[in-house]
């Protein structure tokens, strides 16, 4: 495996489910990043992880709960979702251990479905 | 705070006609430009960024950027395209403060016909 990879690809599921979204990022970088892109919407950045330790948090409701083991993985937990959460999540990983002028490295992205 | 406008939500073009995808941002200090591509069902890819130096940057597959630092503007320009170059592009902020906040555009969707 080469970049960034993303599993599942596809997922759908209840507002009572809980599921989990997996990236491996697969270039020895060292932060990470988790996106959430909805249709004629700017992405949105939801957490960044920078050594395993996160950096940023960007006022995302609680049933979102990140998890990043190693620099290599980053995990997205999810539980009660809701319709509106409904998106295309996209995981990145950039070189540096602080950010702003880094190259971001997508993965190709999770569709969820909430029913 | 920052924020990034791409002026056109959409953009059809014929092949082998001149492109230019407009991106107009604010922000209180000094920035990092990027655009990115997104081809369906894919991640996005760096077309090319601004950091420093020239103003006018060069990037994958035929495309260039010009930083217009009074205009706050970057837009993206290509001679030429190709049918290939149908996807949606993002334009990209971020601060010199050495975070991790990268402001994106709501995106802008090139058309190529034939």
């Known amino acids: 495996e080469t970049g960034v990879t993303q599993t599942p690809r596809h997922l759908v599921m209840g507002m009572t489910n809980k599921k989990s979204l997996k990236c491996e990022q697969h270039?020895?970088?060292?932060?990470m990043y988790w996106y959430k892109q909805s249709a004629k919407k700017p992405l949105e950045l939801m957490f960044v992880y920078s050594l395993e330790e996160r950096v940023e948090n960007n006022s995302v409701p609680s049933r979102f709960s990140p998890e990043c083991p190693n620099s290599s993985h980053l995990f997205l937990h999810l539980h009660t979702l809701q319709p509106e959460d409904s998106a295309l999540y996209l995981c990145?990983?950039?070189?540096?251990?602080?950010?702003?002028?880094?190259?971001?490295?997508f993965g190709p992205g999770t569709r969820l479905t909430v029913l | 705070a920052q924020s990034v406008t791409q002026l056109d939500s959409q953009v059809p073009v014929f092949e082998e006609a001149p492109v230019e995808l407009r991106c107009n941002y604010s922000?209180?200090?000094?920035?990092?430009l990027f655009w990115y591509v997104q081809y369906p069902n894919q991640g996005l890819q760096l077309l090319l960024k601004?950091?420093?130096?020239?103003?006018l940057v060069k990037g994958i597959n035929g495309f260039e950027a010009e930083f217009n630092k009074s205009q706050t503007s970057f837009h993206l320009r290509k001679p030429s395209v190709h049918i290939s170059d149908t996807a949606e592009y993002f334009c990209a902020v971020s601060e010199h403060t050495g975070g991790f906040k990268t402001i994106f555009g709501a995106g802008t969707r090139l058309f190529v016909k034939a």
């Open positions: 922000s209180s200090v000094s920035v990092y």
């Open positions: 270039l020895g970088h060292n932060a």
């Open positions: 990145a990983s950039s070189p540096g251990a602080s950010g702003g002028a880094w190259e971001q490295f």
């Open positions: 601004y950091l420093s130096g020239s103003t």
